[in-house]
């Protein structure tokens, strides 16, 4: 008989539960799109348990997944002693994820399904790495892009060689560093195999106040560029196109338009010739979130670790955050990544969530 493993969530708001209800009927997303939707919609999990600080949105959370209330939780340690999941998603802001994170791997929690950024910083991101690698615990983070299948098919058309060698990726609108830019470090990481950056230049365009000493005080506009041990440039830049990718090889390029809404392709043969409008196939349009998920029911099924994701991949997307904030303090000097001496930290002292939308679109 399959095994069906039992999954729980740390943070019912809009991620963990209800963004379905913000994000239906965007083009760039398949629902199901939160934590919770995902197992609900996953025959190899089962929803067993939750846990909010905020007694209404895990009441809100019970309700709408059928979670009893004997197993919603206000306190995430007790459902780590009581349920004993398999599979625990972590859908809290990144100030309180490292706690959470440890003690879900010191309970024996087998898989985890994070949020990104992984954590508030590169101090935090290496006590995670280690303890996820001493307990053999499988883990993807949600920047969603790397199980979409419109940019999957983008790293399958730059491997077949259809663009040439790649050189530069160009994003064009980052957003915040922590919680958006973190989406784009990762999928420019995949679209080059996940090849280890080497250096980065930042800076924080109108954000430069929120250096507080070793504090980021708040969310900062991020800039800038990395380079790859395999040569690739990535460029951010803060224009008003929306989301808008573009992977650059010796004769070809691919645009990403609107966060994966649709794509287009440029090439020329390699013997030569003019850049012309070339075919782009076709790709399916499911959810992100479910193909994630499966991901990691993969891996408990092998017995293994190895995911599309990983400790290492979230760990780089820590080290691009802050190779651009310890650029931006070193007066925009290029900097060797990883930033292993950095001692920023994120904190926002005056935080409050937001209350998830928790009725459909009618
Ligand atoms: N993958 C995506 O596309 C995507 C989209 C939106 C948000 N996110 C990410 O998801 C994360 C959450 O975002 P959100 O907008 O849902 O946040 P939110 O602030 O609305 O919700 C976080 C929830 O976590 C709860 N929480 C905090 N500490 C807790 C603890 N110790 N125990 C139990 N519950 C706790 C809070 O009470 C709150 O309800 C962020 O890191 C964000 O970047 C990802």
Redesign the pocket.
């Known amino acids: 008989m399959v095994a069906t493993y039992r999954a729980a969530l740390?943070?019912?708001?809009?991620?963990?539960a209800f963004?379905d209800n913000e994000v239906a009927g965007n083009a760039s997303v398949a629902l199901p799109y939160s934590h919770a939707a995902g197992y609900e919609a996953c025959p190899r999990t089962d929803l067993v348990a939750g846990?909010?600080?905020?007694g209404e949105?895990l009441d809100r959370f019970g309700e709408r997944y059928g979670v009893d209330v004997s197993h919603r939780y206000l306190d995430?340690r007790d459902l780590l002693a009581n349920e004993r999941p398999d599979i625990l998603s972590i859908?809290?802001?990144?100030e309180?994820r490292a706690q959470?994170i440890l003690d879900a791997v010191a309970a024996g929690v087998r898989a985890l399904y994070v949020?990104?950024p992984l954590c508030a910083s590169i101090d935090e991101a290496y006590r995670i790495r280690d303890a996820i690698r001493a307990a053999g615990v499988a883990l993807n983070m949600?920047t969603?892009r790397r199980w979409q299948p419109g940019f999957r098919t983008v790293r399958t058309i730059i491997a077949s060689g259809a663009i040439g060698p790649l050189r530069s990726i160009v994003v064009y609108a980052t957003g915040t560093l922590f919680?958006t830019t973190s989406h784009w470090f990762d999928i420019t990481q995949y679209l080059c195999s996940d090849a280890s950056p080497t250096w980065a230049q930042g800076w924080l365009p109108g954000s430069e106040h929120l250096v507080d000493g070793d504090v980021v005080t708040d969310e900062p506009n991020g800039s800038g560029a990395y380079g790859t041990s395999t040569g690739v440039t990535v460029h951010f830049l803060r224009t008003p196109r929306p989301n808008d990718i573009e992977v650059i090889g010796d004769y070809g390029a691919i645009t990403a338009w609107g966060a994966g809404t649709s794509f287009t392709m440029r090439a020329r043969p390699a013997e030569g010739g003019n850049w012309a409008d070339a075919p782009y196939p076709d790709f399916p349009k499911t959810s992100s979130t479910l193909h994630l998920i499966e991901d990691l029911v993969e891996a408990l099924d092998r017995g293994d670790t190895t995911t599309a994701g990983g400790i290492d991949v979230a760990v780089t997307n820590m080290e691009l955050i802050f190779g651009f904030i310890e650029s931006f303090r070193a007066g925009g000097r290029r900097l060797d990544l990883p930033p292993t001496s950095s001692t920023a930290r994120f904190h926002r002292s005056g935080f409050q969530?937001?209350t998830?939308r928790f009725a459909a679109p009618a």
Do not use: F, H, L
């Not at 846990?51 to 905020?54: G, K, L, N």
């Not at 859908?91 to 990144?94: D, K, L, N, S, V």
């Open positions: 740390v943070g019912c708001s809009r991620m963990g963004i846990s909010d600080m905020r949105v995430y859908a809290t802001q990144p309180q959470i949020e990104k949600g969603n919680n969530a937001r998830p």
